[in-house]
């Protein structure tokens, strides 16, 4: 299993970034994917999740309204479309997997929002 996220970079409070998570040694459409961050100094938290099919979807409550958890299963991809970003927003955001009763995850990409 190989989970590799992208996108990720240095943006303007009330800016927008589209993440991308690139999947591959496992059949994803099978399987929920999700994303989390962790930012400087605080725990990993769970930022949004999208079942298999793309569904059903699940937020924070910190993002509701803002970001938006999308998959594409043709391109084995999941999405992170986030709006109106705040600096709160900075964090290295993770890919995240449940395969086979294992936990996988990303190398993260950083998301810096500042002016």
């Known amino acids: 299993v190989k989970l590799v996220e992208s996108g990720g970079g240095l943006v303007q409070p009330g800016g927008s970034l589209r993440l991308s998570c690139a999947a591959s040694?496992?059949?994803?459409?099978?399987?929920?994917m999700s994303w989390y961050r962790q930012a400087p100094g605080k725990e990993r938290e769970l930022v949004a999740n999208?079942?298999?099919?793309?569904?059903?979807?699940n937020y924070a409550d910190s993002v509701k309204g803002r970001f938006t958890i999308s998959r594409d299963n043709a391109k084995n991809t999941v999405y992170l479309q986030m709006n109106s970003l705040k600096s709160e927003d900075t964090a290295v955001y993770y890919c995240?997997?449940?395969?086979?009763?294992?936990?996988?995850w990303g190398k993260g990409t950083l998301v810096t929002v500042s002016s």
């Open positions: 995240n997997a449940w395969v086979g009763g294992m936990e996988y």
């Open positions: 040694g496992f059949t994803f459409s099978w399987y929920r």
């Open positions: 999208i079942t298999r099919a793309g569904g059903s979807t």
